[in-house]
Every structure is written in C-alpha cells, then in structure tokens.
C-alpha cells in the first residue's frame, strides 16, 4: 500500500484531456494498493515485480531504447502506415495519419474514453489502473473508407522508465483494418498499455500484438474490444522476453452474430513469468469463438493463461471453443492453464482443452534419423510449434523476423 | 560388408525385445526380415537407426567397419544409414521441403559435397519426386500432416531417393499401399538400389517380394532370427503360415 500511495504522490497533478480518467485510476490504486495473492486473477502472479515497476521513473526525458539498439526500426513498412507512439512528443498532435484514418476531437475522445473498457469494468484490473493513473497521452482515431493501408503501432521502452500508452480505435461500418501493434521492451524498462477499440456493425479487425521484451522490462497490456453486430475480430498476440509480462484482453460481442478469433503465444525462458488473461462475453445470440492459446516454457520460467467465457441466457445459438496447449522444455518450468466456461444460455455449443507437453520423442527421433542434429531438430519442432500461431498476423509481420526471434533466444 | 550384426540383445522398458540377433549383409544385396507382429522386426531397424528409447544390452552392430552403436543417430543417417518409417511421423508447422532439404544438405556435408541452396534444392527434389511419382504440392505442406498412408510412404522413398542410403532399412513400407502405390514404391526403392548400397526390408507379406526379389530372406520370432533362406522361404511362409515356426522356437529357448 506504501509503495503506492508514494508512486501516486509522484505523478504531476491530473490535468488536459484525461484528466478525468488519471483521477479514477490514481483513486483506485489509492484504495486497493498492489494486488493480493488471495485475489484470484493475480494468485500465481509475482506480486514482487509489480512492485519493481513502480520504482521506475515516470519522466519523459529519458532516450528511446528499443528504437536504437532493440530492431532496426528504419525498415519501411511495407504498403503500411507506421506509426511510433513516442511518449515524448504530443501523440495525437504530431502523428499524420493517412487517409481514411480522421484523429477524434476533444469532445469525441471524452465520449469514447473508457467506453468498450466500461464493459467490463472490475475492481481487480490493476494494470488498467495504472495506465489510467499515470497516462497524459492518447492516440485516438476513427477508420472509414476502403482500400485502407495495413496499419503498424510501435510502442518503443524508454531506459529505467514506465511508458504508459493509450489508444482508441474505432472502425466503421464494414471497414476491414490489418493492425499490427509491436511494444517493445529492452533492459530495466516497463510498458502500460491500454487499446479501446469499437467495431461497429460488419466490421474486421486483423489484429498482431507482438510483446518483445527484453532484459528486466516488463510489459502490462490491457485491450478492450467492443463488438458490435456481425463484426469480426481476429486478435493474433505474442509474448516474448520479458522478465514478466501480463496481456489482458477483453472482448465483447454486444448484439450477437458477432465472430471473434483468438490466438495466443508465449515464450518464456530464464526466470520470466508471462501471462494471458482473456475474457470473451457474449451478450447477443448466434456469435462465435475460436480460441488457441499455447505457451513454451523453458529453464524456471512460469507461464500462465487464464481464459474465461462468459455465455448468459441472452447468447443462444454461441459457438465457442477454446483450447489451450502447452509445451515444457525444462522440469524448473512452470505452466498453469485454466479454462473457465460460464454458461447460463441452454442452447449453445462451448468446448475447452487443456495439454501440457514435452517435446515429443517420435518426433525428434524421426528428424534426427534424417540426419538433423538434435538441436536444430528441437528447432524445428519448436518452430513448427511457433508457425501456427505466427502464420496469422498481419503481413507487417514478416519484416520483424519473429520467428527466429522467438526460437534463437528460447535457451537463454 | 555392410551391415554387420553379432549376437545383439536389446530391452525396451527392462523387457528383453531381441535374444541374440545376427545378420550380415553385403554390398549390392537386398535382404528380407518377415516375422509375425511382435517378432523384433521393427525394433531390430529403430536400434539400427538409433531410436533412443531402446537399450542395447549385449552384442554390436558394424556399418561398414564402423561401430554404429557409439554413434549418436544424426551421425549414422549421415554416414548412410536410412530408415523408412512403419508410421512416419507427423510434423505440424515445419515445412516438408525444407525438412527435405535440411536432412539432404546434412548428408551431403559429410559426404564433402557442397550444400545446395533453396533453388538448387528445388530442381534436385522435382528430379527425384519423378521416382516417386509424387505430387509437387506435398512439398508446400507441413511434414507427413494430412498426407494419406500411400503419400506417406511415398514421402520417405523421396527421402531416401535424396539421401541416397549406403544402407536402407524398410519397415513395412508395403502397409496400407493399394496395389498401384506398391508398385510404384517397390519401382523406386529397386531405382535406388545400386551395386555398393543394401536394402533391408522388414515385411509380413510376400507381395512386396513379389515386387522386389530379395537375395535372403530371413525369419524372425521371438526375437532371434530363426531361418535364413532363399526367395523360396517367402513363398512357403505365404502358403503354410508362421506357425511352424513355434516348433523350432521352442527347441531353440530350450537349447539356450
């Protein structure tokens, strides 16, 4: 609670066009502290890195990391838009969109703040608290039109500093959107990101969240997606490298017929610990869920994945699945998956799975007894492991190499 | 020679599997092990190849001159030892061309040749699947994911057409083939079977040996192997059965 209250008396006074949400969050925090292990989506979390994240600095004058020595940025996205949330600058003042994209007005963005994520709000969602509490910035733009270019948000770490980042994103009717989002982490940095986007009525979104970390960094994400009628949602993430990361995405389906596809995968090596907490809700009949969630763990890493679906009386006809699987390549490892299904409609088709695996034998064996060497063979097999999940995001995705990424650093 | 197996006892799970195997063969022959289910057949050709799950308790296994057992089991597919899988493994994710062309660079490196990139690949491997009659397409997929038992086994003779084995071990290889896929699978494995290579195939049918005459043919039970004949041995088993090998099993277990 200390810990807190003296973060908290850091902060700059609450002040512009968040003001509203910053004293929210600040209050928040200011009565709940950090979270209990008695607090069930936080009982197998380090509660001690949460603290180390709140002794970093909030200052905004510290150099970008990642951009200089984690990838090389300069690479052009490829047909797309890129875009560099760069805390240092006024966000929603200094980036260009390109057509089609129109940044919300003051007034826009005080109706849409907070708005898909008011769906579901819940005393426990620390990380949003902490983006609330400590963000004065935002990007937050409407999509319309066709033809729209594939769009790339890069979220660069700043040295020994927490970044808190906020966006909005609001797709029209019928807009297809491929979003690529990259948060970058490099040595003692931390990311606080909160994503609100709105589908409206047959809308796609194409979304890749890539989490590279690296180094101590920590990342906490939190997304919010309201669905509205016959919109379809597709949200690729990957969690890589950070001493501990916590992804948290919220989806709802508002009227039905909504369809929503999930995949996720974290790799977790030395002491990280990473984590998924999702939550799809459908508060309309005929909607649809699919929903992949895999982890690696090696060394005495600690994988969790949390995913919860909720089906009340108004969704008949859902079709929801979920399945988790998971793959341990140390006996220090750790891995905990935990399906939760909540079904109150009667008519419904829901069905969850759990795996937790090593390597198998035959499958090495075979490789080996074609002349590939043992470690390049559980190379293979962790890549073809990894490509399931990585074939599905955006195209902009192929530049940053995540696959060799992903396997190259998985033993150290 | 060869191959060169003496006395060879191997345990699975602490159960003995093999009780005292020998079996040489030389160069330019093609050798034939039947035996019923159970018999030590398949465990015979994954101790060959170095399955790691199967210990070797007494006995040797020479490849030409070599001591096989010493070596790990990437080394022996790179010295020419091959093994077509009973079950070929499926591999979700991992490209089958690439898998094909890691696995043939390996054994090219150790035979001095130089590796071949992804386009020299290419015309190697479209020449080879010709052996096959392959379709390209099985290329573009994942490692033996969703290919039909036929497209399987033909998968591991476009394996072994690219490795091209010293040695080249069969395990059941004529198991779920129609009579066309057979056909065309027995072809390729006589394609590829030249004057300094030896094939062994493990087997409980004649109609593969109908396809490809072997040179000796061997019966295996209870571990051992019980009789070493000429092509004349496959054609009795096929007309009498196994079951007159119980009777000189047993006199065997009671001579031992």
Not at chain 1, 155 to 178: A, C, G, M, N, Y
Not at chain 2, 100 to 116: H, M
Request: proline letters at 4%; hydrophobic letters at 35%.
């Amino acid at each position: 609670m200390a810990l807190c209250r003296q973060w908290l008396e850091a902060l700059p006074r609450p002040e512009g066009v968040l003001e509203k949400i910053q004293r929210q969050g600040r209050k928040s925090l200011f009565y709940s502290g950090l979270p209990s292990s008695k607090i069930e989506s936080w009982r197998l979390t380090d509660l001690k890195r949460l603290e180390n994240l709140l002794k970093l600095s909030l200052s905004q004058e510290t150099q970008n990391i990642s951009q200089s020595n984690f990838f090389n940025l300069d690479k052009a996205a490829n047909q797309g838009c890129r875009l560099i949330l760069d805390p240092q600058l006024n966000l929603n003042e200094s980036i260009n969109l390109p057509s089609g994209f129109q940044k919300l007005n003051t007034t826009e963005i005080q109706q849409y703040l907070g708005r898909a994520l008011n769906h579901f709000s819940s005393p426990n969602d620390w990380a949003l608290a902490v983006n609330q509490a400590s963000t004065n910035q935002i990007l937050a733009f409407r999509v319309q039109g066709q033809d729209l270019p594939p769009l790339e948000l890069i979220i660069p770490s700043q040295k020994d500093t927490l970044t808190p980042t906020r966006v909005i994103i609001i797709l029209e009717e019928k807009v297809k959107l491929k979003l690529l989002q990259v948060a970058l982490g490099a040595e003692n940095s931390a990311q606080s990101h909160v994503l609100e986007i709105h589908l409206n009525k047959e809308a796609e979104l194409d979304h890749g969240f890539v989490a590279l970390g690296g180094g101590q960094a920590s990342c906490l994400a939190h997304l919010a997606v309201a669905q509205e009628i016959s919109s379809k949602y597709s949200l690729t993430a990957v969690q890589h490298g950070w001493m501990f990361s916590r992804l948290e995405p919220r989806i709802i389906q508002l009227n039905g017929q909504g369809s929503t596809n999930l995949k996720g995968l974290q790799i977790s090596t030395g002491k990280q610990q990473l984590a998924t907490h999702s939550l799809v809700r459908f508060e309309g009949p005929d909607g649809c869920l699919n929903q992949l969630q895999k982890a690696i763990a090696n060394k005495s890493s600690h994988s969790i994945f949390n995913g919860l679906i909720e089906v009340p009386k108004i969704a008949q006809n859902t079709n929801a699945s979920q399945l988790s699987r998971n793959l341990l390549l140390s006996r220090h490892a750790r891995i905990d998956t935990k399906p939760e299904l909540e079904i109150v409609a009667d008519d419904v088709r829901c069905s969850h799975g759990a795996t937790v695996s090593k390597l198998q034998e035959d499958e090495l064996f075979y490789l080996r007894s074609r002349g590939i060497a043992s470690s390049q063979a559980t190379s293979l097999l962790l890549q073809g492991y990894c490509q399931e999940i990585i074939k599905d995001l955006p195209i902009e995705a192929q530049k940053w190499d995540i696959l060799n990424t992903l396997i190259e650093n998985i033993n150290e | 020679m060869i191959l060169d197996i003496s006395n060879l006892h191997v345990n699975v799970e602490d159960q003995p599997i093999l009780k005292g195997v020998n079996l040489k063969i030389n160069a330019g022959e093609i050798h034939a092990i039947m035996g019923r289910n159970g018999s030590g057949k398949s465990t015979l050709s994954k101790v060959i190849a170095g399955h790691p799950a199967y210990l070797v308790t007494s006995g040797s296994i020479k490849f030409n001159n070599q001591d096989l057992l010493s070596i790990e089991p990437e080394q022996r597919a790179r010295s020419g030892v091959f093994l077509g899988f009973q079950y070929p493994i499926e591999i979700p994710g991992v490209s089958n061309l690439e898998f094909l062309r890691v696995a043939t660079n390996s054994r090219r490196q150790e035979r001095g040749e130089e590796e071949l990139d992804t386009f020299e690949f290419e015309d190697l491997v479209n020449e080879r699947l010709k052996i096959v009659q392959m379709n390209p397409t099985f290329l573009e997929r994942s490692v033996n994911e969703g290919f039909s038992g036929g497209e399987k086994k033909r998968n591991e003779i476009l394996q072994m057409a690219l490795l091209e084995p010293t040695l080249a071990i069969l395990d059941e290889t004529d198991s779920g083939l129609d009579i066309d896929a057979l056909r065309i699978v027995a072809s390729g494995v006589k394609k590829l079977a030249k004057p300094n290579t030896a094939t062994l195939l493990i087997t409980h049918y004649q109609r593969l040996l109908n396809e490809i005459t072997p040179d000796f043919v061997h019966v295996m039970s209870g571990g051992r192997i019980l009789r070493t004949g000429g092509g004349e041995l496959a054609t009795k088993l096929e007309e009498s059965g196994y079951d007159w090998l119980d009777n000189e099993q047993n006199i065997k277990e009671e001579e031992n």
